[in-house]
């Protein structure tokens, strides 16, 4: 399963930023998928996931400020980040695996396949 993250950058707090993981059609429709902050030497967070089927989960820490989406022309998965602010800083990683994300963000478990990632960098 090839992932590949784009769309990080740098921008002042209050701003926004588009996230876009690019992934082969079949992911889509078969796995769920999902994006994640990593800051620093902490563990990777789920910040939203969206099932085969479309449903989508938003974890509380950001909902009314992020968005999930699928592009189905593009074949991505895009991360709408908004009023973002310093604590957002760090990795963003998009990731998918074959079992049911309310299993996955409910037993907090590890997605089996990952992307490089997208530094995003949120300045006060």
């Known amino acids: 399963v090839l992932l590949e993250e784009s769309g990080g950058g740098s921008v002042n707090s209050g701003g926004s930023l588009r996230l876009s993981c690019a992934a082969e059609?079949?992911?889509?429709?078969?796995?769920?998928m999902g994006w994640f902050h990593k800051d620093s030497d902490k563990e990777p967070v789920w910040l939203a996931t969206?099932?085969?089927?479309?449903?989508?989960i938003i974890a509380d820490s950001v909902k009314g400020r992020f968005t999930i989406s699928r592009d189905k022309r593009k074949n991505t998965l895009d991360l709408q980040m908004n009023n973002l602010k310093p604590e957002d800083t760090g990795m963003y990683y998009c990731a998918a695996d074959e079992r049911a994300c309310t299993w996955l963000t409910s037993s907090n478990s590890r997605f089996r396949y990952w992307g490089q990632g997208t530094q995003v960098t949120v300045s006060s």
């Open positions: 969206m099932e085969n089927h479309g449903e989508v």
């Open positions: 059609p079949y992911t889509h429709t078969r796995y769920c």
